[in-house]
């Protein structure tokens, strides 16, 4: 039968009938290739045949090639595969014209039909079935990258156009951003362009679900009051899995069930991908990889300056550089000095050297691979900036100015988040009161610059409460006077208007809400582990001329946060605290 269809499609004389002018036959064996009924052992047949005369398929066969491209040959028999693949390599490598429609339809079997939403579950037969496919496309992708010089520099944007959108289902998103991954095992020179690709997709993913709409969608609605304050029910040690009052557990939180939320859910899924390929290239054999996670940590950095960094209000793809950080403590030291010299560079824009502020911040708080003494370092280093700039700057000063000093503030309100977090710590080392003392916290807290007024209430109000248990400076006057003093902020030069003007920064590593990556992160991650006492000791000596905080202030009230961890300092979407009621 083979013989018989080789001499009857015999491609030599249909090209020369084609060129004059019969079309006939050649027309007939287009449509025998297309036909979906064909035998694979005819299919492969035709396949040798044309393998055998690629060389004759110039532009004026265009027709034949693009059948040839629709072809469903991935899922076919095994020796109809070898055979595609055997041809494709041969197509491109002798006519470079059909490079780009080749990569464009391997690319688009990344992204499997067989899935029309999120409703439809995929069951294991069919997750094997597309592994399959998967691995005989990459088998020839890899061929062609190997074989065709500048063939990458085609793929990337192809890759780029050819990404799912983000109404695709969960699925898709998932086979996609899996099989991106799987190039850079053979194409490593594109492997931080290919992170930068996937981290942009998880951005647009993330600014969609933001934390109070997942809290929200998971369920939490009647645990979220607009006004919160500590809660007392809080576990110290995250390594284990107790239960807080309010139910929720640490087994809940690493749990693999899907979010309801549907982009926080197609964002889990790709950050679980993202953290297990980091664990893969970071680890082998249970050991730290240590020139492999260099590598992988420096073009991770690109994509964090170009994508992440600038990127306000994202709650969850920036974990991805805090696990970095915890692979081995230099990259951790690295990633927190590119943050610091980013804001001593006082020609860094005034928002990025904020953020980057608050990236160390929240990094030195949360992160429990971070030893107290990196932390009392990088305390020193800011505080040392902070008395410099006010030896620079205090004397000319008359009112607090966020719009002018707004790095300042920042550095302050990280210096201040920090302490609040590592306190207990750095109290529990020989010298750590003395070292504390050495800040000089009373010289920042009266300049006449006033941080106490422009940074978070809660910060403020918890740091007051520490440096005044262990007398390293004395706040409750100045919040008071700040409480009932309304400073004049001009607008456009039209005038002035009585308005507190507060910080306007966030701590970017506040509680991780998904689920299924969650695994990663919970382990790493710190909660507050303060005393609730500190902060009750307070209203017993307050200072005779200060109102009665029980006719004041707001009674608390115990949040659940669902499965999310409780935390004294939890505030949402910044800084990580939890909300309190300014009261002025």
């Known amino acids: 039968m083979s013989a018989e269809i080789s001499e009857k499609f015999d491609l030599k004389t249909l090209f020369h009938q084609y060129r004059r002018g019969s079309h006939k036959d050649y027309d007939l064996f287009l449509n025998i290739l297309s036909d979906l009924q064909t035998k694979s052992e005819d299919l492969r047949v035709y396949l040798r045949t044309i393998k055998d005369n690629v060389t004759e398929l110039s532009r004026e066969f265009e027709d034949l ?88 520099t085609i793929l990337m944007p192809l890759l780029h156009d050819l990404f799912p959108y983000i109404g695709k289902p969960v699925f898709v998103q998932e086979c996609f951003v899996r099989n991106l991954l799987q190039i850079t095992s053979y194409l490593p020179n594109g ?78 899924v790709c950050m679980q991908l993202t953290l297990t390929y980091i664990s893969n290239v970071c680890y082998s054999k249970g050991e ?127 210096v201040f988040y920090v302490f609040v977090f590592r306190s207990k710590e750095i109290f529990e080392t020989k010298k750590g009161h003395k070292w504390a003392e050495s800040l000089n916290f009373q010289r920042i807290v009266t300049s006449r610059l006033n941080p106490l007024r422009i940074c978070l209430p809660v910060i403020v109000k918890t740091f007051s409460s520490i440096t005044r248990m262990h007398q390293l400076a004395f706040c409750d006057t100045i919040i008071e006077r700040n409480k009932r003093c309304i400073l004049p902020v001009t607008s456009n030069g039209l005038g002035s208007s009585s308005v507190v003007t507060t910080l306007d920064s966030y701590f970017p590593f506040d509680p991780y809400l998904l689920n299924r990556s969650g695994r990663f992160i919970i382990p790493l991650y710190r909660e507050y582990q303060g005393c609730i006492e500190e902060d009750q000791e307070l209203s017993n000596d307050e200072d005779d001329f200060l109102p009665d905080e029980s006719s004041s202030t707001v009674e608390p009230q115990s949040v659940s946060l669902g499965k999310t961890p409780t935390d004294f300092l939890h505030y949402g979407i910044s800084p990580g605290f939890k909300h309190v009621q300014d009261i002025t």
């Open 288 to 414: 730290c990889d240590w020139e492999a996670t260099k590598k992988l940590y420096r073009e991770m950095l690109l994509v964090f300056d170009r994508l992440i960094l600038p990127t306000h209000a994202s709650c969850h793809v920036q974990f991805i550089l805090f696990y970095l950080c915890s692979t081995k403590t230099p990259i951790c030291e690295g990633f927190i000095d590119y943050l610091w010299k980013k804001v001593q560079n006082p020609n860094t824009e005034s928002v990025f050297r904020q953020a980057a502020v608050g990236y160390i911040g929240s990094l030195l708080a949360r992160a429990m691979f971070v030893p107290v003494s990196t932390v009392t370092a990088c305390l020193d280093l800011m505080c040392q900036w902070v008395h410099l700039y006010l030896d620079s700057t205090s004397e000319d000063v008359v009112n607090a100015d966020v719009n002018h000093h707004g790095p300042f503030y920042c550095v302050c309100q990280a």
């Open 65 to 152: 090639v693009a059948v040839l491209l629709k072809l469903d040959w991935a899922s076919r028999d095994v020796c109809v595969v070898r055979e595609y693949q055997s041809l494709l390599l041969g197509l491109v490598c002798a006519h470079t014209y059909y490079l780009r429609a080749s990569l464009r339809m391997l690319v688009k079997y990344f992204s499997p039909p067989i899935v029309k939403s999120d409703t439809e579950e995929v069951s294991d037969e069919i997750r094997q079935r597309q592994e399959a496919v998967f691995l005989n496309v990459h088998m020839v992708l890899k061929a062609i990258l190997d074989s065709v010089p500048m063939s990458s």
């Open 191 to 268: 492997r931080q362009k290919i992170l930068e690709l996937i981290t942009d997709r998880m951005l647009k993913l993330d600014v969609r679900a933001p934390r109070q709409n997942i809290q929200e969608s998971e369920g939490d609605e009647e645990d979220m009051e607009e006004d919160i304050v500590f809660d007392i029910d809080i576990e110290q040690d995250l390594t284990r899995d107790l239960d807080n009052r309010d139910g929720s557990t640490y087994d809940k939180k690493c749990s693999d069930k899907p979010m309801t939320h549907r982009e926080a859910n197609i964002l889990d």
